[in-house]
Structures are given as C-alpha cells and as structure tokens.
C-alpha cells in the first residue's frame, strides 16, 4: 500500500515561484517512479515531470527551463520547484508514484489527492 500526502499549493503571482511536496508512505510496495501531473480546468490530467528511482528525469515542454523535480535518496518524497509561473500553470497538482506490489508482484500506479496552484497576474 502506498500514501501520497501533497503539500505547497498556493496562491503565488505570475512570474513567481512556489515548491510543491509529495511524502510517500509505502506498505509493501516498491516505488519505481513519481512524477507530478496536473488538471487545470477543462482540461485532461497532464504530466508535468517525473523522475525515476536512478534520478532520470523527464518534463513536459510546458515545463522545461522553468521546473525542476527532485527526490530524497530513498524515492520516498519528490519535490517541485516551480518558477516563473505563469497563468497556464494554475491547475490543480497531483503526485503519482508507480511501483510492484511486494506481495503480488503487480505493478501498480498510486495518487495523491492533489494540490491547487493559483497564479494571479
């Protein structure tokens, strides 16, 4: 079993920055991979970055050059730094970790219950 507990969702202003943060509590289950998606309104869920247990890292264009996603040593938490945010990356935020079940060798993918992100102008 795997918890994911999201916090650093705010208000900040266009051009400004803000850290999200993502705990995993994990019960027989081996995390692979997190990554950080995000749903603005009317929108589908999109990744914005992930990050593999060797510290591989991938982003969506959208975030490149302006986001940058970390990990303790152990993929136990991920971080986000968000930087000159803009309008478009107001969303709610959401943590994802994916993994095999210790006990059934399944894989398995795991959700926060996400985090709001607001971008005044």
């Known amino acids: 079993q795997v918890q994911l507990m999201e916090s650093g969702g705010g208000l900040a202003q266009a051009g400004g920055s803000l850290r999200l943060s993502c705990v995993a509590s994990?019960?027989?289950?081996?995390?692979?991979?997190m990554a950080w998606f995000r749903q603005g309104p009317g929108n589908q869920r999109e990744l914005v970055a992930d990050?593999?247990?060797?510290?591989?890292?991938n982003y969506a264009n959208s975030a490149k050059g302006r986001f940058s996603i970390s990990k303790d040593s152990g993929l136990n938490a991920v971080w986000l730094q968000m930087n000159s945010l803009k309008a478009d990356d107001a969303a709610v935020y959401y943590c994802?970790?994916?993994?095999?079940?210790?006990?059934?060798?399944?894989?398995?993918?795991?959700w926060g219950q996400g985090t709001l992100v607001t971008v005044s102008p």
């Open positions: 994802n970790a994916k993994g095999v079940e210790l006990r059934t060798a399944r894989t398995n993918e795991v």
């Open positions: 994990t019960r027989m289950f081996h995390i692979n991979s």
């Open positions: 990050i593999t247990r060797n510290g591989d890292t």
